[in-house]
């Protein structure tokens, strides 16, 4: 057992970490940004606190004491490339502050190569209407390579499977597939795993079910 914090743990990934790690015993550190929008987030062996994933202060202080973090953040009235980077820089050097060097971050599928080698945002039919807020996840996974973090970028190898509930099983991905559904407990059995026995670092891996 362990205790972890994760941002962003009101979003649907970030809930699914708070369950997974609770069920296997960790204690966790919630951090949201307003901890009244998220009342019950906060059970038995869950301490919800607000915080700013841009504020390396923030990090610091929501890490403390802490194993691990795992960081699944978006926000989307910001531009993405300014938040990605921002909030990278901000787990850099907060997490370095409290002595934590394990971060688990939930990334982005399009990032992935595709069977063509070339990234899924790239292959001819990817949607393009979201470009922006890819590039703003590829500046982030470009950031993390900056930082003296043990990060691991980390995201279903297609989409979430956004009502499928916990199968107990995942596999990781050969490329990414633009097809593929995982659902959301099952990835964050596979978070919890490089929370728990970390087996890949400073690289992008991917989730399949």
């Keep these: ?21 609770r069920r296997r015993g960790h204690e966790v550190t919630a951090v949201v940004r307003d901890p009244a929008a998220h009342a019950g987030l906060e059970t038995d062996g869950v301490t919800v606190v607000a915080g700013d994933v841009l504020d390396a202060a923030d990090v610091a202080k929501a890490a403390a004491g802490h194993d691990a973090v795992i960081a699944s953040v978006a926000d989307l009235s910001a531009p993405p490339s300014e938040f990605y980077t921002g909030a990278v820089r901000a787990l850099g050097a907060g997490l370095a502050d409290a002595g934590v060097s394990r971060l688990v971050f939930v990334g982005l599928a ?5 069977r063509s080698g070339v990234p899924l945002m790239d292959e001819p039919g990817y949607p393009q209407e979201y470009r922006e807020f890819l590039l703003g ?11 003296g973090l043990d990060w691991l970028y980390i995201s279903p190898a297609g989409d979430f ?26 990835f964050a059995i596979a978070l919890l795993d490089e929370i728990d ?7 992008h891996l991917g989730i399949s079910a």
Excluded at 5 to 18: D, E, M, P, S, T
Excluded at 110 to 114: E, H, I, V
Excluded at 197 to 203: G, L, V
Aim: aromatic residues 4%; glycine residues 16%.
């Design 1 to 21: 057992m362990g205790k972890i914090v994760i941002f962003g743990a009101g979003g649907r990934a970030g809930k699914a970490a708070v369950a997974e790690a």
């Design 110 to 114: 399009s990032l992935l190569a595709g």
């Design 137 to 147: 996840h590829a500046a982030g996974l470009a950031a993390l390579a900056d930082t």
């Design 161 to 186: 499977d956004h009502s499928g509930g916990r199968t107990g099983s995942y596999r990781i991905a050969e490329h990414g597939d633009a097809e593929s559904r995982l659902t959301y407990p099952d």
């Design 197 to 203: 026995d970390p087996a890949h670092s400073r690289t």
